[in-house]
Structure formats: C-alpha cells, structure tokens
C-alpha cells in the first residue's frame, strides 16, 4: 500500500487509490496530526478501518474517539467526518459500498 502514489482528494486530504472497481472504492486517507476531513454525506454505505494513529470519526450526531484496528460504519446519506488527533498521523482505508 505505501508504494502507490499519493494525490489530494477532492476535500484536501492525502490519499491513495487501492481499488476502484465495479462500485466498490477503497482509498487509504493520510491524516496530518490535528486534519479534519469535514462532515459530508455520500450516496453510498462507507466503512472506515483505522490503520494507524488515533481520531474521531463523527457519523450522524455520534461521535466516536477511534484507534488502530477499529471499524466504523456509515450509512448512505448519513453526514460523516473525521478528525486525526494531535501529535500523531492517522491513517484510515476508506470503503464505499457499491450501491444496489
């Protein structure tokens, strides 16, 4: 995973494309110490995997303080954003479901 290419996401976070096929997208999000992704919605379900550092994940109203290996759901439609915490990088694979 670390030897893909890095790029800017739309939103202004750093990222590598893992997949993109048939629907299904994982991209790995590269969190700077103190990055927030803002709360947006997606028209698919998202799961997100924490890979390394630690942050809070909003979905909803819910927010959640997230570590390495933990797994957060987001439903279609449902605003969702993350934020990584001080001091560290925070590294997120991101899934967006296909949609059926």
Do not use: C
Not at 42 to 57: A, H
Not at 82 to 100: I, M, N, R, S
Request: no cysteine.
């Amino acid at each position: 995973m670390s030897e893909l290419p890095t790029f800017k996401s739309p939103k202004g976070i750093t990222a590598r494309k893992l997949l993109d096929k048939d629907g299904l997208v994982l991209m790995n999000l590269l969190f700077k110490p103190g990055e927030v992704l803002e709360m947006h919605t997606t028209p698919q379900n998202v799961v997100f995997y924490v890979v390394n550092g630690e942050g809070t994940i909003t979905i909803g109203d819910e927010e959640s303080k997230v570590k390495k290996d933990e797994l957060v759901y987001s439903p279609k439609g449902i605003p969702h954003g993350l934020k990584a915490a001080g001091g560290q990088e925070f590294h997120v694979l991101v899934w967006k479901l296909p949609t059926v």
